[in-house]
């Protein structure tokens, strides 16, 4: 089946710690994206990548950091910079600017 | 003013209801619309494209209007399964970046 993985579901980790939270896609899509929605909030923007090798910071990319080495994977490192980095993460991905699919997002807990 | 503005609701409506949402962009060169439905604690899945035409899906029909730069978004005959928050979503064309714009979403609660 077609889709877009992220792992774990849920992550716990302690002030201080960075942490990398995994996107997997097999749809052969160019465009991958993460985001933050925080509770009762919209989605956030924190990194898009359009092409292997490239990637764009979004509108609150400060405390993050990603890599796009290869089409399928995109994973988002939250570092300690990030001053408060709890919330639901989400990868997506899209073909040129057709939808965006969506992971089922990590939810990060850090305490 | 907001790329993408949409009331937050919520809507309560009875079970059996029609209720429409609507949402308004700013960027008149925008050219991709889309409406995506997301459940509490989950992913935004898609819900449908906008076109030009308008498009239907069962109970659900999504019309654009580009004189007045709003999309809506039609739901007839409303279920307890439709209680969700739509968002909406913009891909502003011509900004050279395939940044999606997405509204903060309207809380939609049917009623039995």
């Known amino acids: 089946d077609g889709g877009i993985t992220q792992s774990p579901k849920y992550l716990f980790r302690k002030e201080g710690q960075n942490v990398t939270l995994s996107c997997e896609q097999n749809l052969n899509h160019d465009a991958m994206y993460w985001y933050r929605q925080d509770p009762g909030q919209g989605l956030r923007l924190i990194y898009y990548s359009q092409i292997v090798n490239d990637f764009q910071k979004g509108d609150i990319a400060e405390g993050y950091s990603v890599s796009r080495e290869k089409k399928e994977s995109f994973p988002l490192t939250v570092t300690s910079a990030q001053k408060n980095p709890t919330a639901f993460y989400l990868c997506a991905s899209s073909r040129d600017t057709y939808e965006q699919y969506f992971g089922p997002g990590t939810r990060l807990t850090v305490t | 003013r907001k790329e993408v503005e949409q009331d937050p609701g919520p809507f309560n409506v009875p079970e059996g209801a029609t209720v429409a949402f609507n949402c308004t962009y700013s960027?008149?060169?925008?050219?991709?619309f889309f409406w995506y439905r997301q459940d509490c604690r989950k992913e935004p899945k898609l819900l449908m494209s906008v076109y030009s035409s308008g498009n239907e899906d069962g109970r659900f029909t999504a019309q654009l209007n580009r004189a007045s730069q709003y999309i809506s978004l039609l739901i007839r005959d409303s279920k307890l399964s439709d209680s969700a928050t739509y968002l909406c979503v913009v891909f502003p064309q011509g900004s050279g970046t395939y940044k999606y714009i997405f509204g903060t979403g309207t809380r939609l609660k049917v009623l039995a």
């Open positions: 960027n008149s060169a925008s050219q991709s």
